[in-house]
C-alpha cells in the first residue's frame, strides 16, 4: 500500500475486527502507527472513556507524537455466567438458608437490570426516554418512569420474582419494598436501596441484614465479582 501518513485504531476487546486484522493492516502501509486501546472492543472512537483514542486522532492530525493508552482499569468487566436455579446461589451473611439465597437472587436481579438501562443508554447515547422496557431473563419487565422504576415480575434468577417500584433520584435507587414470589423463591417482602442493609420477611421470618460484606452470586462455575456489594447501586440512568 502507498506510503501515506496512517493511523489504524483497534480495540483490545473486539471480535468483529480484532487486532491480529489491524497489526496485518498496519503491516501493509509502511510507517503507519497501530494504537491498541485496552478494554475497547468494536467502534473505538465510540466505545472508548478513556479519551485515548480521541487524544490520538487531534495527535495524528496535528503532526505531533501519539502518545500509547495507559492501562487503566476496565469500567466494564465482564458479566458472569447465570446461576440456572436458585439452588447454585449462595446466601447472604446472616440470613441463611432459602430465604438467604433468595435475597441474594434479588440483589442479583437488581444489579442486573442496572447493567442492562447502563449498557442501553450508552448505546443510545442520550438519557433513555420514560416509558423504556426491560425483558427479564427469565420472565417479567422493567418499565422506567421519570421518578422509579415498576417491576413486573422481573426475572433474572429462574423461579424468583420481583414486583413493585422503586423510586429513582439523581441515578440511585431510593429505599423501597419489592414484593417476592415465583416457584423457587421465599414469598414476601424485601426493602433495598440507599442503604448498607436490606430487611423485611420471608416465609415469615423477619429479618435485617448487613450487606457491607454481602456478595452477589457464586454460579458454582466460578464466582462473580469478589467486590462486595454497594448501595446504593448505580448509576442507574437519568430518565427524561
Known amino acids: 500500500l502507498p506510503n501515506i501518513p496512517t493511523l489504524v ?16 493492516i498496519a503491516a501493509q502501509i509502511p510507517n503507519a502507527r497501530l494504537l491498541v486501546v485496552p478494554f475497547t472492543g468494536h467502534s473505538v472512537l465510540g466505545s472508548d472513556f478513556s479519551g485515548c483514542a ?6 495524528f492530525f496535528e ?14 468487566g ?17 440470613l441463611s438458608g432459602k430465604p ?8 442479583d436481579t437488581v444489579v442486573d437490570l442496572s447493567r442492562q438501562v447502563v449498557g442501553a443508554t450508552l448505546q443510545a447515547d442520550q438519557e433513555l426516554p420514560s416509558g423504556s422496557s426491560f425483558g427479564g431473563l427469565h420472565g417479567g419487565y422493567a418499565r422506567l418512569t421519570k421518578s422509579a ?30 414484593r417476592i414470589t415465583g416457584s423457587a423463591a421465599s414469598h414476601g417482602t424485601i426493602r433495598i436501596g440507599s442503604t448498607k442493609s436490606a430487611s423485611g420477611t420471608l416465609e415469615n421470618h423477619r429479618f435485617n441484614v448487613n ?9 458454582g462455575l466460578g464466582d462473580w465479582p469478589t467486590h462486595p456489594v454497594q448501595f446504593p447501586l448505580g448509576p442507574l440512568a437519568h430518565i427524561r
Open 9 to 24: 485504531l483497534s480495540g483490545a476487546q473486539d471480535l468483529r475486527t480484532p487486532t491480529s486484522n489491524a497489526r496485518q
Open 54 to 59: 480521541q487524544s490520538a486522532v487531534a495527535a
Open 63 to 76: 503532526s505531533v507524537t501519539i502518545r500509547p493508552c495507559k492501562s487503566e482499569a476496565n469500567r466494564f
Open 78 to 94: 465482564p458479566t458472569p455466567v447465570t446461576p440456572t436455579k436458585l439452588a447454585f446461589v449462595k446466601p447472604i451473611p446472616g
Open 100 to 107: 438467604g439465597r433468595t435475597l441474594t437472587a434479588v440483589l
Open 149 to 178: 422504576v415498576r417491576l413486573n415480575d422481573f426475572t433474572f434468577v429462574n423461579g424468583v420474582q420481583l414486583t413493585g417500584s422503586l423510586p429513582v433520584k439523581s441515578g440511585q435507587i431510593q429505599p423501597a419494598s419489592i
Open 211 to 219: 450487606l457491607a460484606n454481602a456478595h452477589i452470586s457464586s454460579t
